[in-house]
């Protein structure tokens, strides 16, 4: 039987005011989608909350789904102060929460904060290595962050190399369906698995034309994937209806410890990507 997680955004990346955190995760946890995603994105214009405040907010009002960033762009950041905020936001969501991490791949970001583009894959090996290991430790030889750590998985979201590296190196690989086609999406997946990859996830997948969802939705199953994250934009779909596209009996809703139990048995903080 093919076996898909289908999961959604936490918000929208369309002109307007950000979706209520509250009242969309609530309303897409009613309609079985069996995960929530948000993104970091700075300084493009529009107003994407910040991802682990929306995560922090649906912990609130959400049961029993997992709850994730898609992704953290871990250059951004000081390295004990993102580790200081996910072990705050584990505090809050318990074993539902992952982490999906990235270098980047928005120069706009970048230049808000005031970091460097073009060093963003130097960056990113540098810290995200410290920032598994403040986590899963809750400190390390100059910080003490927390009494003790959080065995939360991180996944990669990133393309080329990285592919192999996600899989030698991570708990999983995060896909985005965003810009990317089905056919390049399929493709890097195959070399994922290549490599021993365990979980595969594809997010930011468009709802703008439910046809062509429904195709890519049944195609990443068939591929293999074991979460597809979808995005629903203001203007697009209802959400029963983007849940509808998957038979129920193909789409395993809610059973966190299947979907991620490979990565439960991470494989630590080494390994990063670049």
Same mark, same amino acid.
């Not at 190399?161 to 899989?167: I, P, S």
């Given at each position: 039987m093919l076996v898909v997680r289908l999961g959604? &955004? +936490?918000v929208h990346l369309g002109p307007g005011d950000p979706y209520p955190v509250a =009242?969309?995760?609530?309303? +897409? %946890?009613? @309609?079985?989608? =069996?995960?929530?995603? %948000?993104?970091e994105i700075v300084?493009?214009?529009g107003l994407v909350p910040d991802p682990l405040l929306a995560l922090a907010v649906a912990a609130g009002v959400t049961e029993d789904v997992e709850l994730g960033t898609a992704t953290v762009q871990v250059p951004l950041h000081h390295p004990a102060a993102l580790a200081h905020r996910m072990l705050s936001l584990h505090a809050i969501c318990g074993d539902r929460l992952t982490f999906g991490v990235s270098p980047g791949s928005t120069a706009t970001d970048h230049a808000a904060l005031g970091r460097d583009f073009t060093a963003r894959f130097r960056v990113f090996r540098e810290?995200? &290595?410290?920032?598994? %290991? +403040?986590?899963?430790?809750?400190? /390390? /030889? /100059?910080?003490? +962050?927390?009494? =003790?750590?959080?065995?939360?998985p991180?996944?990669?979201?990133?393309?080329g190399?990285?592919? @192999?590296?996600? %899989?030698?190196?991570f708990d999983g690989w995060l896909a985005s369906g965003y810009r990317t086609s089905p056919d390049e999406i399929v493709a =890097?997946?195959?070399?994922?698995r290549a490599a021993g990859g365990r979980r595969a996830l594809v997010c930011a997948v468009p709802t703008t034309d439910l046809g062509a969802t429904r195709e890519s939705l049944a195609r990443y199953a068939e591929t293999g994937f074991d979460d597809a994250i979808v995005l629903i934009e203001p203007d697009g779909p209802d959400p029963a209806r983007v849940r509808a596209l998957l038979d129920r009996r193909v789409v395993r809703t809610g059973d966190r410890a299947a979907a991620s139990g490979r990565a439960r048995s991470s494989r630590g903080p080494a390994g990063p990507a670049g």
């Open positions: 959604a &955004t +936490l =009242a969309w995760a609530r309303r +897409l %946890a009613g @309609e079985g989608f =069996a995960s929530l995603w %948000a993104p300084g493009r214009g810290q995200v &290595t410290r920032v598994r %290991a +403040l986590v899963a430790a809750g400190g /390390d /030889d /100059d910080v003490r +962050l927390a009494p =003790a750590g959080a065995p939360v991180f996944l990669l979201g990133s393309w190399r990285n592919v @192999e590296r996600a %899989a030698a190196g =890097a997946h195959g070399r994922f």
